[in-house]
């Protein structure tokens, strides 16, 4: 489900594609055809807020994902997972998701799990 102010960010970006496709015959052609393109998208909603809310192969691959970023080294030790501003995972999809796949990196001693927010555990000396 797309929440009121991504609904409402959509219509304002249909909005100004609209508005500026008047201006089409002054605008540089590759331009235009960009905006069609873009504007065509806009039809649907974004998958990532619509598809699969509660479908556990969903929130299973992103915790595959946040995994394998862990095991990388992407996040230091205690480092908060569910921060926003550091996170794509938390803009990308659904709190249901991101929650679900929290949840179950924690059931599996991924990430640690404290006064209701998730960080990054300390790595295996073999990771």
């Given at each position: 489900m797309v929440s009121a102010a991504d609904a409402q960010t959509l219509l304002d970006v249909g909005h100004f594609?609209?508005?500026?496709l008047t201006y089409a015959d002054v605008l540089p052609t590759d331009l235009v055809a960009m905006?069609?393109?873009y504007q065509s998208e806009l039809r649907s909603p974004p998958p990532w807020r619509s598809d699969g809310i509660g479908?556990?192969?969903?929130?299973?691959?992103?915790a595959d994902l946040m995994a394998q970023s862990l095991?990388?080294?992407e996040w230091s030790d205690g480092e908060p997972l569910d921060d926003p501003a550091?996170?794509?995972y938390v803009r990308a999809h659904t709190p249901q998701t991101f929650e679900r796949a929290l949840r179950l990196l924690a059931a599996r001693?991924?990430?640690?799990?404290?006064?209701?927010?998730?960080y990054a555990g300390p790595r295996d000396e073999g990771s």
């Amino acid at each position: 489900m797309v929440s009121a102010a991504d609904a409402q960010t959509l219509l304002d970006v249909g909005h100004f594609l609209r508005e500026l496709l008047t201006y089409a015959d002054v605008l540089p052609t590759d331009l235009v055809a960009m905006l069609r393109d873009y504007q065509s998208e806009l039809r649907s909603p974004p998958p990532w807020r619509s598809d699969g809310i509660g479908d556990p192969a969903q929130y299973e691959r992103l915790a595959d994902l946040m995994a394998q970023s862990l095991t990388d080294g992407e996040w230091s030790d205690g480092e908060p997972l569910d921060d926003p501003a550091r996170n794509w995972y938390v803009r990308a999809h659904t709190p249901q998701t991101f929650e679900r796949a929290l949840r179950l990196l924690a059931a599996r001693g991924e990430v640690v799990k404290t006064g209701g927010r998730y960080y990054a555990g300390p790595r295996d000396e073999g990771s």
